[in-house]
């Protein structure tokens, strides 16, 4: 494969576009799968145009970044080799990263997925396995400048251990990896990982640990969007699930979490306008 080359200024605009507000309002990461089996679009945007109108849709509704990704993460899931995963990509992350209107983020655990998705612009790396499952992935964040998101991850749920201390593990770990690749701790986000390798209580324990993870010295992202956590609502449509989400995005917003990965976002532009004008913040204007 030829090496492939970053544009590092065009990349760290973006970034730092994303990164700017973190802190002064809440900032919302849009989410547009281009896969057959996400748990709740799914098969939806898998096409260019489809998942262009999608990404420029989020982002008239008040979306930050979009955040794409070509592989299901969610329990259970099949893995996608990686140039599968680039054969859904290619054919629309360039133009997504040219006229989405907003930053770009992929969702990605593979290194030569990341750098094939740099190289077209995307400005942020969102790995649901915090640089720990490819070993070259913080050597691609480095070398390209982007952001990254770190997330926490288990291969199982354990019910008998310390999920807070386990993530608190994690983290040190993941940053370790990042400082000894060169990636600047300012391009680093902190995401708790809800639904991934946790129970039910763990998931709700993790998100009452916003504040401690802030301790680590990055902001926090919270992906909770229409999750299984919140089967247990008494309706179990999709529109019940945005009820348990809004929850539980203004209860961590409250305690310090300042991104937050979502499918709908006029909703959460609503909300979070609310949550301002009542003090919670500055709402987007």
């Known amino acids: 494969m030829t090496e492939l080359l970053f544009d590092r200024a065009a990349i760290a605009a973006a970034r730092d576009r994303f990164l700017a507000p973190i802190g002064q309002r809440p900032v919302i990461m849009g989410i ?7 748990f ?5 945007f898998i096409s260019a145009d489809a998942a262009l109108a999608q990404a420029r849709k989020l982002a008239a509704e008040g979306a930050d970044i979009v955040d794409i990704g070509a592989e299901s993460t969610r329990p259970g899931h099949t893995p996608v080799p990686a140039d599968e995963e ?3 990509l290619e054919p629309l992350l360039a133009t997504l990263v040219r006229e989405a209107g907003v930053p770009v983020s992929i969702d990605t655990y593979k290194a030569i997925t990341a750098r094939r998705a740099l190289s077209v612009g995307v400005a942020v790396v969102n790995d649901v396995w915090g640089l720990q499952r490819d070993s070259d992935m913080a ?5 390209s400048g982007a952001g990254v998101v770190v997330m926490h991850n288990r291969e ?7 999920i807070v201390a386990d993530m608190l593990r994690f983290f040190e770990r993941s940053l370790d990896i990042a400082r000894r690749a060169g990636v600047r701790e300012a391009h680093i986000t902190l995401d708790p990982g809800i ?5 039910r209580q763990q998931n709700y324990d993790a998100l009452r640990a916003t504040p401690r993870l802030l301790a680590l010295g990055c902001p926090v992202l919270i992906g909770v969007s229409r999750k299984s956590i919140f089967k247990g609502l008494p309706d179990g449509r999709i529109e019940a699930r945005i009820v348990g989400t809004l929850a539980a995005n203004l209860l961590t917003a409250a305690s310090g979490a300042g991104i937050f990965r979502v499918h709908d976002v ?3 532009r609503a909300a979070f306008e609310v949550f301002a004008a009542l003090g919670g913040g500055t709402a987007k204007g």
């Open 32 to 38: 547009v799968n281009v896969t057959p089996d996400s």
């Open 40 to 44: 709740s679009d799914g098969g939806l």
């Open 86 to 88: 680039w054969a859904r």
């Open 139 to 143: 050597h691609a964040v480095a070398e």
């Open 156 to 162: 199982a749920a354990d019910a008998e251990i310390d």
């Open 195 to 199: 639904g991934f390798g946790k129970t």
């Open 266 to 268: 006029a909703e959460h």
